[in-house]
């Protein structure tokens, strides 16, 4: 499968079919595997021959994702968790150790951003926020115990875009793991592991899934590091279940397809919003407005499906306009069919302090859409009554 394209690849990697010959793979929902003699059993505890034990540990369905998602992230490894914030916890929490130092770009996911202040800090893993895209104020943050570097590009809300070629040659000029929050851009938008990344997280609630049913997460990455964290995930047991495999492997199956369309949606709101004269800005990577979309076109394959804006007037305007939409979905999830709008000052990101928010990028009167499928005329028809309406005193 190795060789064939990014669609093929999604579509044609399967568990092994059983004795039924289904087409399409069942859900192996069993908590554990039966063995035919009690000798077999040892020698699969035993890691002497390969096999099903126990579903924390591994499962046909959890298997067949985590296999696809290697295959398209050119990873050689890999687990699959209960939330996309386990997939964090692991590659940090797998790696690390009392006294280690990680360096990482304010421009975060909250959750991220208060594992590492709230609980990491607690077991002295000690952390610098740093200007990603820029080696001398990288290096300034360099102690003798930095072992990490952790980046989200794009990331999350602020849509910023961290230069992984640059960050990448860094982190191995300097024997530095390189981990990235890939959830943003997605397997189909961008491949971390081209640029040097050793580590490759999803939040698979979002694209993945694609229609907001299910919460997971992955993690995939090179086989030498991933041990660690497969144990730890096995140990805590933050896997995932079959059935959330099971629906998130379909659902890879359109994944191209349905970045496709949701990024020329996303284009096309973001430049009609450009051109809207009650636009205060509005930020998406491949608007040549962005302030690194050379860099967003080097390293994505097409734009991505959020749009972050704020309205002239704004956090007073913002909530009005937010709430006077029909179309749109008031809800922090995204990556979904469906098109939803948050607020991140007072929803996402409401538990940092206003001079964290204010360094993360994140204004008052800011607000990330998340461009669904619907038809692009009748979002756009519904952007522009609300944007009417909210001018209104
Ligand atoms: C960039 C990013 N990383 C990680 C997460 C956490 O994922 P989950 O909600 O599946 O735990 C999110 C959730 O919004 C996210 O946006």
Redesign the pocket.
């Known amino acids: 499968m190795k060789n064939k394209k990014f669609e093929t690849r999604a579509i044609r990697t399967q568990a092994i079919q059983s004795s039924y010959k289904e087409h399409s793979v069942p859900i192996y929902e069993t908590s554990s595997f039966v063995f035919n003699t009690a000798e077999e059993a040892e020698a699969v505890f035993a890691e002497k021959k390969s096999g099903y034990l126990y579903s924390r540990y591994n499962n046909p369905n959890t298997d067949e994702l985590v296999s696809k998602l290697c295959l398209l992230e050119n990873a050689e490894s890999g687990v699959a968790t209960s939330?996309?914030?386990?997939a964090?916890f692991l590659s940090m929490g797998g790696i690390l150790r009392a006294g280690d130092h990680i360096i990482l770009s304010r421009h975060l996911?909250a959750?991220?951003h208060l594992l590492v202040e709230q609980v990491l800090s607690k077991w002295g893993i000690t952390h610098s926020y740093v200007k990603m895209n820029n080696p001398e104020k990288i290096v300034t943050c360099l102690l003798p115990s930095t072992r990490m570097i952790f980046v989200?590009t794009p990331s999350?809300p602020g849509l910023e875009i961290f230069d992984l070629e640059l960050i990448g040659k860094f982190s191995k000029q300097h024997d530095l793991y390189f981990v990235v929050?890939n959830?943003?851009a997605t397997p189909y938008l961008q491949n971390p592991m081209k640029y040097g990344a050793d580590f490759v997280?999803h939040?698979t609630?979002?694209f993945i899934d694609g229609q907001g049913r299910t919460?997971?997460?992955a993690i995939l990455g090179k086989e030498k590091f991933m041990n660690d964290i497969i144990t730890l995930s096995r140990m805590v047991g933050t896997t995932m279940a079959p059935t959330t495999g099971w629906l998130l492997s379909k659902s890879l199956e359109t994944l191209s397809i349905r970045m496709e369309r949701l990024c020329s949606n996303a284009l096309s709101m973001a430049e009609y919003l450009e051109n809207h004269p009650d636009i205060e800005w509005v930020k998406y990577p491949f608007l040549s407005s962005h302030p690194n979309y050379k860099l967003a076109r080097k390293q994505m394959r097409l734009g991505g499906a959020l749009v972050t804006f704020e309205l002239k007037g704004g956090r007073p305007r913002a909530m009005k306009f937010i709430n006077a939409l029909k179309l749109f979905s008031i809800t922090p999830n995204?990556g979904d069919t469906r098109t939803t709008i948050t607020h991140p000052a007072t929803t996402t990101h409401s538990k940092l302090s206003d001079e964290e928010r204010t360094e993360a990028g994140i204004t008052d009167g800011m607000m990330r859409v998340s461009v669904g499928l619907e038809h692009i005329d009748d979002l756009i028809e519904d952007l522009e009554n609300a944007i009417s309406y909210s001018k209104k005193d």
């Open positions: 939330s996309g914030m386990a964090v996911f959750t991220t989200e999350n929050d959830c943003f997280i939040s609630t979002k919460i997971g997460g995204l």
